[in-house]
Structures are given as structure tokens and as C-alpha cells.
């Protein structure tokens, strides 16, 4: 099977957030579709692993914020790398409290608050099936698809994502060097300077993480 095709899916950004007792919980998502129009049911896939998961099935109640083209990588990495169970994602974000929910504003054009009303187990994922309460506008930038998060922010799928493929890495002559939290790769023969000489404050790119945080590969 040619998974690559899959890829031909169109996806859009979203950050889907709850509480958990005075907790802000939170994290990336790209698999959201619309199931009805009266009374709009909207569906989202989230994998088991995900501390958000876990969360949503006893709060029942979530935001989910529709992601801009503008909206920075920091923001997209810091909400689909790394778990709410040890990271504070809202710290350094923008966000405000709206019906007793956190709702990330920075860098959304719109936000929906829904309730859960139906959890579908589907093998390494749920569906979670949310009837939308709310909806609110927040500017007319265009929305981003997670084609142009591939194509023009180089972004790259987190492991516990429904769309997750693994890649095939192209072998060169050089070291490579993979970043364990997001996946990415840094190629002595693609780039300027070595990985070993480079400074002890570099920051993976796309993640942000120190250097500590490569493998050789
Ligand atoms: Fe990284």
C-alpha cells in the first residue's frame, strides 16, 4: 500500500484545549471534521497515548482554536510535541478563560466550545463526537491547512497523530542527527556547520529543544 497517498487528505490546524480542576490542559490537532449542520456535531481524532485524551473523557468539555496561516511554529510545537501532564503549554501563550474553558486566541481566527457526547474507540485513537455551544470569530486571516504546514513551515507530523508516516530517511555520507521530541533532522552534509560545533545554545528548529536532545542516527 502506497501510504504517501494519503497524505492527498486535506486537514486543517487546530489546538483542542480543557481543564482539569484548575489545570490547563491542551495539544495540536489536525483530524477535525464537521458531521452535521443542525445542531453542528463536529468529530475529532485523538490518539490514546495523549494526556488531553485522558482529560476530555472526564471534563467532557473543550475549545477548539482554528489556527492561521500566521501562526508560529513555536506555538504548533510547543502544543503537538510535548504532554500537558509535564508541560505548562500556556505559559507564553496567548489565551483567555471563556466559559470556564482556557481557549488559545494567539494566533486563531475563530474558536468553537463543545461538549463530548460520545467517545468511539477506533484501535490507537478515539473519536471524540462534540456538539458545538459556541462559536466566535476572531479576524478574518485566512485558517492554515497542514499541507501548507508541510509545504511552508517544513512541519512535521508527531507520532501520536492519526496522519502520522514514517518517513524514509535518504542516506548521505555525512553524521545525521535526529531530534527525539519532533522527528527532525540535521545533516552534516546538508548544512553550513557541524552539528558538533555547534553552539552549546542552538535550538532544534522546528521544536525548540536543546542539543542534548539529538541522537546520532
Ligand atoms: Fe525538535
Known amino acids: 500500500m502506497d501510504t504517501k497517498v494519503l497524505n492527498n487528505i486535506s486537514y486543517g490546524m487546530y489546538i483542542i484545549t480543557?481543564?482539569?480542576?484548575?489545570?490547563?490542559?491542551?495539544?495540536?490537532?489536525?483530524s477535525l471534521i464537521q458531521i452535521t449542520s443542525e445542531n453542528p456535531i463536529i468529530a475529532v481524532s485523538l490518539n490514546k497515548e495523549n494526556y488531553t485524551n485522558k482529560i476530555?473523557?472526564?471534563?467532557?468539555?473543550?475549545?477548539?482554536?482554528?489556527?492561521t496561516e500566521?501562526?508560529?511554529?513555536?506555538?504548533?510545537?510547543?502544543?503537538?510535541?510535548?504532554?500537558?501532564?509535564?508541560?505548562?503549554?500556556?505559559?507564553?501563550?496567548?489565551?483567555?478563560?471563556?466559559?470556564?474553558?482556557?481557549v488559545v486566541?494567539?494566533?486563531?481566527?475563530?474558536y468553537i466550545i463543545g461538549d463530548v457526547i460520545n467517545i468511539i474507540d477506533v484501535n490507537t485513537h478515539d473519536i471524540f463526537l462534540i456538539r458545538i455551544t459556541k462559536t466566535k470569530q476572531l479576524s478574518e486571516k485566512t485558517p492554515m491547512t497542514y499541507k501548507y504546514y508541510h509545504e511552508k513551515l517544513k512541519g512535521k507530523a508527531s507520532k501520536k497523530a492519526p496522519t502520522y508516516i514514517e518517513e524514509k530517511e535518504e542516506k548521505t555520507k555525512g553524521n545525521r542527527y535526529k531530534c527525539t521530541i519532533c522527528g527532525y533532522i540535521y545533516d552534516d552534509d546538508k548544512e553550513k556547520v557541524k552539528f558538533a560545533d555547534l553552539p552549546d545554545d542552538w535550538?532544534?528548529?522546528?521544536?525548540?529543544?536543546?542539543?542534548?536532545k539529538f541522537i546520532k542516527i
Open 56 to 67: 476530555l473523557r472526564e471534563t467532557k468539555r473543550c475549545a477548539i482554536s482554528i489556527l
Open 70 to 102: 500566521k501562526a508560529k511554529k513555536e506555538l504548533i510545537a510547543k502544543f503537538g510535541y510535548f504532554s500537558s501532564k509535564d508541560t505548562n503549554k500556556f505559559e507564553e501563550t496567548e489565551w483567555k478563560e471563556i466559559d470556564n474553558l482556557p
Open 105 to 110: 486566541t494567539e494566533n486563531a481566527c475563530s
Open 18 to 30: 480543557t481543564k482539569e480542576d484548575n489545570k490547563n490542559i491542551g495539544c495540536f490537532i489536525n
Open 203 to 212: 535550538k532544534c528548529p522546528l521544536c525548540g529543544v536543546g542539543k542534548d
